[in-house]
């Protein structure tokens, strides 16, 4: 079986600050991790992912992630927030074999000016 | 690059009736997933196609909701009858294959309140 974690259903940083948004996951087998961002109105879109390989993940508008499987974690780091990341992130895990892909409950991220 | 279509984007309808919507997906797309978004939760699998053959539908509730994919392009999600649980966005997003590692494109998503 498979979960996802999310801590914190919402999160506040200020313009320029650093995000993080923190995943935890649950897996049998070594899993697929990603990140989606969805603005208001709009469908899921990808940020990063992580498969196999390189455990630092870089994505789109200066998004990075880290796998740790020691702490079956894939945390969500940018060092300096801007307005336009407002918006609800997901995190999701998946694997072969079968397993669907599941995602956590969101934290939405506000930038305060 | 056109992305996955849906329609309509909202719908509002009483308990017991019936509704229906559609999803376009991105071309040359095999695989397509309907995902069921409530409220302040992430959005839940409801059913999967690979081409016009069903992947997983073990959380789609069989006695009120379906869907098919004919011809294995477009497809369209049925509730019959609402209830008011089903207040939700109901999400289409297509990938390229089954593999799992692939990333799923969404469309804008269908808002639908029961009432």
């Known amino acids: 079986a498979q979960s996802v974690t999310q801590l914190g259903s919402h999160v506040s940083v200020s313009e320029g600050a650093l995000v993080l948004l923190r995943c935890n996951y649950s897996s049998s087998v070594p899993p697929y991790l990603f990140w989606y961002v969805q603005y208001p109105n709009q469908g899921l879109q990808l940020l990063l992912k992580y498969t196999t390989g390189a455990t630092l993940v870089k994505g789109i508008n200066g998004f990075e992630a880290e796998f740790k499987k020691s702490e079956t974690s894939f945390h969500l780091t940018k060092p300096s927030a801007h307005m336009s990341d407002a918006a609800e992130y997901f995190c999701?895990?998946?694997?072969?074999?079968?397993?669907?892909?599941?995602f956590g409950a969101g934290t939405r991220l506000f930038v305060k000016a | 690059e056109a992305g996955v279509a849906q329609s309509p984007r909202y719908k509002i309808i009483e308990k017991r009736q019936s509704v229906a919507f559609w999803c376009n997906p991105i071309s040359g797309h095999a695989t397509l997933y309907w995902y069921q978004q409530i409220l302040g939760q992430g959005p839940k699998l409801l059913i999967q196609?690979?081409?016009?053959?069903?992947?997983?539908d073990s959380q789609l509730p069989k006695d009120r909701f379906s869907a098919e994919r004919l011809k294995g392009v477009d497809s369209t999600l049925k509730i019959q009858p609402a209830k008011l649980e089903d207040s939700a966005v109901y999400l289409c997003?297509?990938?390229?294959?089954?593999?799992?590692?692939?990333?799923?494109?969404f469309g804008p998503g269908t808002r639908l309140t029961v009432l």
């Open positions: 999701a895990v998946s694997s072969g074999g079968g397993f669907k892909t599941i």
């Open positions: 997003a297509s990938s390229l294959g089954l593999d799992n590692y692939n990333e799923q494109f």
């Open positions: 196609f690979q081409n016009n053959g069903v992947v997983d």
